[in-house]
């Protein structure tokens, strides 16, 4: 891991942007941001992994003015990061993270005893894996919205629950769901990305005769998804992600963890993933655990509008208040002992 070089820094708001961080062994560089509060320090510091926009300018602003010192980053292949994207790696996830908290380890005015992980969907599995890897190197995580279940299961589960919410009668989602099992057992059977992309086509073919036309447009099974389906079935990289089971790695997280979910959320459902978070953290042993539902909040932590059909994808609006109170509270909580 190379040294992290910055570009200008914002004394007013005591941002270093432009940051990066070459990894030489990966043949990357990562770029990032980071956000110091005021004062000589030593701050402790947290590591932002996923997709979270608003949240993660809320987190940032909530936790600095609360002398926590905050790292963004753009995932490999995206913004202005290089190598190749892929959202199906947790593992080089966890490496980016892991690295980003060894690069805050050296620095005089970081606090190397509270570094600390906000994990959002799938950056709350490699966040996880991170804490159990190197116990000794991170002091607490949260986990936002964190699938806790076997990824295949997931994935059926939010199938069956976007269905539903369409208002998809019980017979054709059952259909819908008996199709993707299949497909996915398939290409996690297959020998390579030829033989996995063909057993894709083929599942496909014998399976939407049994669907009318009307059903196959309700259920968005256009000719051109299809061809996203089996196009991801040919990348390896998706089908190790989808056998993947966070629970043995969630067994081995020893430090305290704040796990939030929202009751809205259409794409890792709270119902399911946060008692098995729950249930696979404490199984150890560990009493350190915090775990809400929060009401009303979708993915992004959002609250989600009365008048928005419930399937549609989450986007706009602001990052919940009670979340970040609780999110900003709970890490103030942990950096103080």
């Not at 979270?52 to 753009?74: F, I």
């Not at 116990?135 to 607490?140: C, I, W, Y």
């Not at 059926?156 to 299949?182: H, M, W």
Request: glycine letters at 8%; hydrophobic letters at 40%; proline letters at 6%.
């Amino acid at each position: 891991m190379g040294p992290a070089t910055a570009g200008p820094t914002n004394l007013s708001a005591r941002v270093q942007s432009n940051l990066r961080l070459a990894l030489p062994e990966a043949g990357v560089t990562l770029a990032g941001q980071l956000a110091l509060p005021q004062g000589p320090g030593p701050h402790p510091a947290v590591v932002i992994l996923g997709g979270l926009d608003d949240g993660s300018r809320a987190l940032k602003e909530a936790l600095t003015g609360q002398g926590v010192a905050v790292v963004t980053y753009d995932l490999r292949g995206s913004g202005q990061s290089t190598g190749t994207f892929s959202s199906w790696a947790p593992e080089v996830m966890a490496s980016d993270a892991l690295s980003w908290i060894r690069w805050l380890q050296k620095r005089p005015d970081i606090d190397r005893a509270r570094l600390g992980l906000i994990g959002h969907s799938q950056g709350g599995v490699a966040a996880a894996v991170v804490a159990a890897q190197a116990t000794n190197e991170v002091a607490f995580v949260v986990l936002l919205a964190a699938i806790g279940v076997p990824v295949m299961e997931w994935q059926l589960q939010q199938i069956s629950d976007v269905a539903q919410s369409l208002g998809v009668n019980p017979t054709t989602a059952a259909k819908l769901v008996a199709f993707q099992r299949e497909l996915f057992q398939g290409i996690l059977a297959a020998k390579d990305d030829a033989d996995a992309t063909q057993r894709a086509r083929k599942t496909a073919t014998d399976h939407l005769a049994q669907f009318t036309a009307e059903e196959r447009t309700q259920l968005g099974l256009t000719d051109a998804q299809i061809e996203v389906f089996v196009k991801q079935a040919g990348d390896a990289a998706y089908r190790q992600f989808l056998a993947y089971d966070p629970r043995p790695t969630l067994r081995r997280v020893r430090c305290p963890v704040l796990a939030l979910h929202g009751s809205a959320d259409q794409q890792v459902s709270s119902a399911s993933n946060l008692a098995s978070v729950v249930t696979e953290l404490r199984s150890s042993g560990n009493p350190q655990i915090k775990a809400l539902e929060l009401p009303g909040l979708d993915h992004e932590f959002v609250v989600r509008s009365t008048n928005s059909p419930p399937h549609v994808p989450p986007g706009g609006g602001a990052f919940s208040s009670a979340a970040l109170r609780l999110i900003s509270e709970w890490i103030t909580e942990q950096t103080k002992k």
